[in-house]
Protein backbone atom coordinates (compact mmCIF):
# COMPACT_ATOMS: atom_id res chain seq x y z
CA UNK A 1 0.00 0.00 0.00
CA UNK A 2 1.33 3.61 -0.92
CA UNK A 3 2.13 5.41 2.27
CA UNK A 4 -0.06 8.32 2.65
CA UNK A 5 0.79 11.75 3.38
CA UNK A 6 -1.01 14.41 5.00
CA UNK A 7 -2.66 17.21 3.11
CA UNK A 8 -0.26 20.41 3.07
CA UNK A 9 -1.52 24.02 4.58
CA UNK A 10 -0.69 25.92 1.50
CA UNK A 11 -3.95 26.60 0.14
CA UNK A 12 -6.11 25.95 3.48
CA UNK A 13 -8.12 29.05 4.17
CA UNK A 14 -11.22 27.20 6.37
CA UNK A 15 -9.39 25.59 8.93
CA UNK A 16 -9.24 26.93 12.54
CA UNK A 17 -6.51 24.03 12.82
CA UNK A 18 -3.12 25.60 11.77
CA UNK A 19 0.47 23.61 11.52
CA UNK A 20 1.82 23.11 14.84
CA UNK A 21 4.73 25.12 16.14
CA UNK A 22 8.53 22.54 15.88
CA UNK A 23 8.57 22.64 19.72
CA UNK A 24 5.31 21.26 19.80
CA UNK A 25 5.62 18.81 17.45
CA UNK A 26 8.82 17.26 19.21
CA UNK A 27 6.70 17.04 22.38
CA UNK A 28 4.08 15.60 20.78
CA UNK A 29 6.15 12.78 19.31
CA UNK A 30 7.99 12.30 22.73
CA UNK A 31 5.08 11.93 24.75
CA UNK A 32 2.80 9.66 22.33
CA UNK A 33 2.33 6.56 24.47
CA UNK A 34 1.42 8.74 27.88
CA UNK A 35 -1.80 8.88 29.47
CA UNK A 36 -2.77 11.52 31.60
CA UNK A 37 -6.06 10.28 32.39
CA UNK A 38 -3.95 8.06 35.01
CA UNK A 39 -1.67 11.11 36.70
CA UNK A 40 -0.40 9.12 39.54
CA UNK A 41 0.97 6.62 37.09
CA UNK A 42 2.28 9.06 34.50
CA UNK A 43 3.73 11.81 36.16
CA UNK A 44 5.56 13.87 33.97
CA UNK A 45 2.56 14.24 31.94
CA UNK A 46 0.54 15.50 34.86
CA UNK A 47 3.12 18.02 35.67
CA UNK A 48 2.64 19.18 32.23
CA UNK A 49 -1.11 19.08 32.29
CA UNK A 50 -1.05 21.29 35.20
CA UNK A 51 2.21 23.67 33.91
CA UNK A 52 -0.33 23.68 30.71
CA UNK A 53 -3.10 24.94 32.55
CA UNK A 54 -1.65 27.52 34.52
CA UNK A 55 -0.34 29.36 31.46
CA UNK A 56 -4.50 29.06 30.43
CA UNK A 57 -5.32 30.51 33.52
CA UNK A 58 -3.19 33.27 33.07
CA UNK A 59 -4.31 33.84 29.28
CA UNK A 60 -8.11 33.60 30.52
CA UNK A 61 -7.41 36.20 33.29
CA UNK A 62 -8.07 34.05 36.76
CA UNK A 63 -4.60 32.48 37.77
CA UNK A 64 -5.95 30.06 40.47
CA UNK A 65 -8.49 29.02 38.00
CA UNK A 66 -9.12 25.01 37.76
CA UNK A 67 -9.23 22.89 34.12
CA UNK A 68 -8.02 20.44 31.83
CA UNK A 69 -6.34 19.99 28.92
CA UNK A 70 -9.52 18.22 26.22
CA UNK A 71 -9.80 16.48 23.35
CA UNK A 72 -10.79 19.71 22.07
CA UNK A 73 -13.52 22.85 21.97
CA UNK A 74 -16.56 20.59 21.30
CA UNK A 75 -15.69 18.12 24.42
CA UNK A 76 -14.82 21.69 26.81
CA UNK A 77 -18.56 23.04 25.65
CA UNK A 78 -20.36 19.41 26.82
CA UNK A 79 -18.24 19.14 29.70
CA UNK A 80 -19.04 22.77 30.68
CA UNK A 81 -22.99 22.32 29.73
CA UNK A 82 -22.61 19.21 32.06
CA UNK A 83 -21.23 21.27 34.97
CA UNK A 84 -24.02 24.07 34.49
CA UNK A 85 -26.94 21.39 34.51
CA UNK A 86 -25.42 19.33 37.57
CA UNK A 87 -25.13 21.94 39.58
CA UNK A 88 -28.53 22.96 39.27
CA UNK A 89 -30.89 19.86 39.04
CA UNK A 90 -32.12 20.37 42.28
CA UNK A 91 -33.02 24.32 40.75
CA UNK A 92 -34.26 23.01 37.50
CA UNK A 93 -37.17 21.00 38.45
CA UNK A 94 -39.90 22.76 36.99
CA UNK A 95 -39.15 21.67 33.46
CA UNK A 96 -37.09 20.54 31.49
CA UNK A 97 -33.48 22.12 31.79
CA UNK A 98 -32.51 25.00 29.40
CA UNK A 99 -29.54 26.79 27.90
CA UNK A 100 -29.86 30.06 26.64
CA UNK A 101 -27.20 31.19 23.68
CA UNK A 102 -26.79 33.16 20.74
CA UNK A 103 -27.81 31.91 17.27
CA UNK A 104 -23.77 31.68 16.53
CA UNK A 105 -22.93 29.44 19.09
CA UNK A 106 -20.84 26.53 17.67
CA UNK A 107 -22.56 23.13 16.55
CA UNK A 108 -20.65 21.71 19.63
CA UNK A 109 -23.81 23.19 21.86
CA UNK A 110 -26.13 20.76 19.56
CA UNK A 111 -24.06 17.53 20.65
CA UNK A 112 -24.28 18.88 23.92
CA UNK A 113 -27.98 19.38 24.58
CA UNK A 114 -28.58 16.07 22.78
CA UNK A 115 -26.06 13.93 24.37
CA UNK A 116 -27.39 15.49 28.12
CA UNK A 117 -30.91 15.80 27.50
CA UNK A 118 -30.92 19.67 27.04
CA UNK A 119 -33.23 22.17 25.57
CA UNK A 120 -31.09 24.50 23.71
CA UNK A 121 -32.54 28.20 23.17
CA UNK A 122 -30.94 30.55 20.43
CA UNK A 123 -31.78 33.63 19.86
CA UNK A 124 -30.82 35.91 17.17
CA UNK A 125 -27.83 37.88 16.56
CA UNK A 126 -28.25 41.76 16.71
CA UNK A 127 -27.00 43.29 13.16
CA UNK A 128 -23.30 43.44 13.84
CA UNK A 129 -23.27 39.21 14.04
CA UNK A 130 -22.94 39.60 17.77
CA UNK A 131 -25.07 38.31 20.57
CA UNK A 132 -28.05 40.62 21.70
CA UNK A 133 -28.62 40.14 25.70
CA UNK A 134 -31.83 41.66 25.63
CA UNK A 135 -33.61 39.41 23.07
CA UNK A 136 -31.17 36.51 25.14
CA UNK A 137 -32.95 37.63 28.36
CA UNK A 138 -36.51 37.11 26.62
CA UNK A 139 -35.38 32.83 26.58
CA UNK A 140 -33.87 32.81 29.91
CA UNK A 141 -36.39 31.12 32.78
CA UNK A 142 -36.34 29.53 35.96
CA UNK A 143 -35.05 26.39 34.04
CA UNK A 144 -32.41 28.16 32.88
CA UNK A 145 -29.13 26.57 33.64
CA UNK A 146 -26.56 28.03 31.42
CA UNK A 147 -25.98 30.99 29.50
CA UNK A 148 -23.59 31.21 26.66
CA UNK A 149 -21.55 33.89 25.23
CA UNK A 150 -19.09 33.62 21.96
CA UNK A 151 -15.66 35.00 22.34
CA UNK A 152 -14.66 34.68 18.54
CA UNK A 153 -17.20 33.15 16.65
CA UNK A 154 -16.59 30.54 13.81
CA UNK A 155 -18.39 32.26 11.16
CA UNK A 156 -17.27 35.63 11.55
CA UNK A 157 -15.14 36.12 14.02
CA UNK A 158 -17.41 38.29 16.36
CA UNK A 159 -16.68 38.69 20.06
CA UNK A 160 -20.26 39.08 22.29
CA UNK A 161 -20.89 41.37 25.04
CA UNK A 162 -19.80 39.27 27.58
CA UNK A 163 -19.82 41.05 30.90
CA UNK A 164 -23.92 41.77 29.95
CA UNK A 165 -24.36 37.95 29.19
CA UNK A 166 -22.46 37.19 32.55
CA UNK A 167 -25.04 39.54 34.07
CA UNK A 168 -28.11 37.69 32.54
CA UNK A 169 -26.58 34.65 33.72
CA UNK A 170 -26.40 36.39 37.54
CA UNK A 171 -29.69 37.48 37.51
CA UNK A 172 -31.52 33.88 36.79
CA UNK A 173 -28.57 31.49 39.06
CA UNK A 174 -27.58 30.22 35.85
CA UNK A 175 -24.15 29.31 34.62
CA UNK A 176 -22.13 31.60 32.49
CA UNK A 177 -20.11 30.10 29.84
CA UNK A 178 -17.55 31.80 26.90
CA UNK A 179 -16.84 29.79 24.13
CA UNK A 180 -13.00 31.20 23.25
CA UNK A 181 -12.61 28.21 21.55
CA UNK A 182 -10.32 29.86 18.96
CA UNK A 183 -10.36 33.51 19.99
CA UNK A 184 -8.94 32.63 23.34
CA UNK A 185 -5.17 33.07 22.11
CA UNK A 186 -6.24 36.25 19.93
CA UNK A 187 -8.27 38.04 22.38
CA UNK A 188 -5.55 39.24 24.88
CA UNK A 189 -3.77 41.56 22.50
CA UNK A 190 -7.08 43.29 21.66
CA UNK A 191 -9.07 45.88 23.81
CA UNK A 192 -12.08 43.03 24.15
CA UNK A 193 -13.84 42.13 27.00
CA UNK A 194 -14.07 38.38 27.31
CA UNK A 195 -12.31 36.24 29.93
CA UNK A 196 -12.45 35.74 33.96
CA UNK A 197 -10.82 39.25 34.82
CA UNK A 198 -13.45 40.99 32.70
CA UNK A 199 -16.88 39.23 33.78
CA UNK A 200 -18.50 37.11 36.14
CA UNK A 201 -17.51 33.91 33.76
CA UNK A 202 -18.37 30.56 35.77
CA UNK A 203 -16.68 28.33 32.90
CA UNK A 204 -14.52 28.80 29.60
CA UNK A 205 -12.89 26.81 26.45
CA UNK A 206 -10.12 27.98 25.18
CA UNK A 207 -7.78 25.45 22.21
CA UNK A 208 -4.51 25.20 21.97
CA UNK A 209 -4.83 23.40 19.01
CA UNK A 210 -5.90 26.37 17.05
CA UNK A 211 -4.41 29.48 17.34
CA UNK A 212 -2.21 28.82 20.31
CA UNK A 213 -0.18 25.93 17.95
CA UNK A 214 -0.09 22.98 19.86
CA UNK A 215 -0.44 19.64 18.03
CA UNK A 216 -3.94 18.11 17.52
CA UNK A 217 -5.85 17.39 19.87
CA UNK A 218 -5.11 20.13 22.48
CA UNK A 219 -8.46 21.58 23.53
CA UNK A 220 -8.83 23.46 26.86
CA UNK A 221 -11.59 23.54 29.56
CA UNK A 222 -11.21 25.63 32.70
CA UNK A 223 -13.40 26.62 35.54
CA UNK A 224 -13.30 29.69 37.36
CA UNK A 225 -13.11 27.39 41.18
CA UNK A 226 -12.49 23.95 41.85
CA UNK A 227 -15.65 23.27 43.20
CA UNK A 228 -17.35 23.94 39.88
CA UNK A 229 -14.77 21.03 37.76
CA UNK A 230 -15.57 19.13 40.94
CA UNK A 231 -19.08 18.56 39.72
CA UNK A 232 -17.42 16.16 36.79
CA UNK A 233 -15.79 14.13 39.22
CA UNK A 234 -16.37 10.25 39.40
CA UNK A 235 -14.48 7.71 41.87
CA UNK A 236 -11.92 5.85 39.77
CA UNK A 237 -11.22 2.97 42.56
CA UNK A 238 -8.52 0.65 40.33
CA UNK A 239 -6.67 3.69 39.29
CA UNK A 240 -3.46 5.02 41.99
CA UNK A 241 -5.68 8.76 41.65
CA UNK A 242 -8.78 8.82 43.13
CA UNK A 243 -10.89 10.77 40.97
CA UNK A 244 -11.11 11.96 36.78
CA UNK A 245 -13.25 15.01 36.20
CA UNK A 246 -12.61 14.10 32.43
CA UNK A 247 -15.03 12.67 30.21
CA UNK A 248 -12.83 10.08 28.25
CA UNK A 249 -10.84 7.90 30.61
CA UNK A 250 -7.69 7.68 28.16
CA UNK A 251 -6.41 10.90 26.98
CA UNK A 252 -3.90 12.03 24.59
CA UNK A 253 -0.04 12.94 26.26
CA UNK A 254 0.90 13.79 23.02
CA UNK A 255 -1.96 16.90 23.14
CA UNK A 256 -1.01 17.57 26.51
CA UNK A 257 2.62 18.26 25.99
CA UNK A 258 2.30 19.85 22.89
CA UNK A 259 0.33 22.07 24.62
CA UNK A 260 2.47 22.77 26.99
CA UNK A 261 5.37 23.33 24.99
CA UNK A 262 3.85 25.62 22.31
CA UNK A 263 3.03 28.15 25.22
CA UNK A 264 6.29 27.96 27.29
CA UNK A 265 7.69 28.90 23.29
CA UNK A 266 4.96 31.88 22.35
CA UNK A 267 3.72 33.17 25.73
CA UNK A 268 3.05 36.14 25.47
CA UNK A 269 5.30 37.52 22.86
CA UNK A 270 5.66 34.59 20.10
CA UNK A 271 1.56 35.39 20.28
CA UNK A 272 0.98 38.74 20.25
CA UNK A 273 3.68 39.30 17.17
CA UNK A 274 1.63 36.11 15.41
CA UNK A 275 -1.81 38.30 16.43
CA UNK A 276 -0.66 41.61 14.45
CA UNK A 277 0.39 39.26 11.49
CA UNK A 278 -2.66 37.01 11.33
CA UNK A 279 -4.89 40.69 12.01
CA UNK A 280 -2.51 42.31 9.54
CA UNK A 281 -2.93 39.84 6.88
CA UNK A 282 -6.91 39.56 7.47
CA UNK A 283 -7.49 43.56 6.97
CA UNK A 284 -5.31 43.63 3.92
CA UNK A 285 -7.84 40.69 2.58
CA UNK A 286 -10.84 42.63 3.67
CA UNK A 287 -9.76 45.48 1.42
CA UNK A 288 -8.34 43.82 -1.48
CA UNK A 289 -11.94 42.68 -1.94
CA UNK A 290 -13.59 45.26 -0.61
CA UNK A 291 -11.80 47.28 -4.20
CA UNK A 292 -13.15 44.18 -6.47
CA UNK A 293 -16.38 45.37 -5.29
CA UNK A 294 -17.92 42.80 -2.97
CA UNK A 295 -19.33 43.29 0.50
CA UNK A 296 -17.10 42.78 3.32
CA UNK A 297 -18.14 42.19 7.00
CA UNK A 298 -14.76 44.02 8.65
CA UNK A 299 -12.87 41.63 10.74
CA UNK A 300 -12.78 41.79 13.88
CA UNK A 301 -10.53 38.93 14.65
CA UNK A 302 -8.33 37.35 11.57
CA UNK A 303 -11.16 35.99 9.83
CA UNK A 304 -13.35 37.80 6.47
CA UNK A 305 -16.31 37.12 5.84
CA UNK A 306 -17.65 38.12 1.93
CA UNK A 307 -20.52 37.78 -0.25
CA UNK A 308 -19.21 36.00 -3.30
CA UNK A 309 -21.15 34.13 -6.08
CA UNK A 310 -20.74 30.45 -6.07
CA UNK A 311 -20.01 29.81 -9.70
CA UNK A 312 -16.46 31.80 -8.43
CA UNK A 313 -16.46 30.20 -5.09
CA UNK A 314 -17.00 26.37 -6.93
CA UNK A 315 -14.09 27.73 -9.31
CA UNK A 316 -11.88 28.54 -6.37
CA UNK A 317 -12.71 25.05 -4.90
CA UNK A 318 -11.91 23.37 -8.10
CA UNK A 319 -8.01 25.18 -7.94
CA UNK A 320 -7.29 23.65 -4.89
CA UNK A 321 -8.24 26.43 -2.46
CA UNK A 322 -10.25 25.51 0.72
CA UNK A 323 -12.80 27.77 1.89
CA UNK A 324 -15.69 27.64 3.24
CA UNK A 325 -19.14 29.22 3.64
CA UNK A 326 -21.38 30.69 6.46
CA UNK A 327 -24.59 29.38 6.94
CA UNK A 328 -26.49 32.60 5.12
CA UNK A 329 -23.56 31.77 2.07
CA UNK A 330 -21.12 34.21 2.73
CA UNK A 331 -16.93 33.09 1.68
CA UNK A 332 -15.49 32.75 5.04
CA UNK A 333 -11.95 32.89 5.13
CA UNK A 334 -9.61 32.30 8.26
CA UNK A 335 -6.59 34.27 8.52
CA UNK A 336 -4.48 31.50 10.80
CA UNK A 337 -0.61 31.56 11.10
CA UNK A 338 -0.27 29.16 8.44
CA UNK A 339 -1.64 32.08 5.73
CA UNK A 340 0.64 34.37 5.01
CA UNK A 341 0.41 37.58 2.60
CA UNK A 342 2.14 36.00 0.10
CA UNK A 343 -0.96 32.89 0.01
CA UNK A 344 -3.69 35.94 -0.01
CA UNK A 345 -1.78 37.38 -3.23
CA UNK A 346 -1.96 34.09 -4.85
CA UNK A 347 -6.00 33.65 -3.62
CA UNK A 348 -6.81 37.53 -5.07
CA UNK A 349 -5.04 36.51 -8.38
CA UNK A 350 -6.55 33.42 -9.15
CA UNK A 351 -9.93 35.25 -7.62
CA UNK A 352 -9.49 37.98 -10.08
CA UNK A 353 -9.26 35.10 -12.68
CA UNK A 354 -12.22 33.90 -11.90
CA UNK A 355 -14.96 36.77 -12.07
Given at each position: ????????????????????????????????????????????????????????DEIAGHPDAAGYITSGGTEANLQAMRI???????????????????????????KAAAVLGLELRTAPLADDYRADPEVMGELVDSDTVAVVGVAGSTEYGRVDPIPAI??????????CHVDAAWGGFQLPFT?????????????????????????????????????????????TP?????????LTGT???????????????????????QAERCQANADWLAAALDERG?????????????????????????GGWRIARTATGDLRVVCMPHVTRGTLERFVTDLDRVE
Open positions: MQRATPQEFSRVLSSMCTEPHPAARAAAEEFLATNPGDPATYETVADLEREAVATLARDRATSGAADGRANVVAPASVHFSFQADLADETDALDHDWHFDHAAVDTLTIDPHKLGRAAVPAGGLLARSPDLLDVLAIDYLESASQASRSGAGVASAAAAMDELWPDGYREYEVVEPELPLIAATLPESEFDALRE
